[in-house]
Nanobody, 124 residues
Framework: QAQLTESGGGLVEAGGSLRLSCVAS????????MAWFRRQTPGADPEYVA??????FYTDSVKGRFTISRDDDKNTLFLQMNNLKPEDTAVYYC???????????????????WGRGTQVTVSS
């Protein structure tokens, strides 16, 4: 059974950096889209942050500050977050798709596999 496990969250001051990791186990997603989402408000739907598949894609609010990457040998997806802001505070989720043909990487419904999330808190 496929599983995604995030790590790397924590408490950081504004302007600081964190690197999130997401390890896939049970299967590989090397040839499929993977993405990061975040939930900033409890109970709200996760919002798209970035995706990686034959390129990298970002929501406007994180462009120039966040970098998504993956290490296929380690079945791991990363999110390097620099110049963090208090509004980046959220639970961050890793997601993976079982479909390589996706027209819109920002849609939650395109991803069938999700991790349990890791908390990122940015203090002002």
């Amino acid at each position: 059974q496929a599983q995604l496990t995030e790590s790397g969250g924590g408490l950081v001051e504004a302007g600081g950096s964190l690197r999130l990791s997401c390890v896939a186990s049970g299967r590989t997603f090397n040839n499929y889209p993977m993405a990061w989402f975040r939930r900033q408000t409890p109970g709200a739907d996760p919002e798209y942050v970035a995706a990686e598949f034959r390129g990298t894609f970002y929501t406007d609010s994180v462009k120039g500050r966040f970098t998504i990457s993956r290490d296929d040998d380690k079945n791991t997806l990363f999110l390097q977050m620099n110049n963090l802001k208090p509004e980046d505070t959220a639970v961050y989720y890793c997601a993976a798709s079982n479909n390589w043909y996706i027209l819109d990487y920002s849609l939650r419904n395109n991803y069938g596999y999700w991790g349990r999330g890791t908390q990122v808190t940015v203090s002002s």
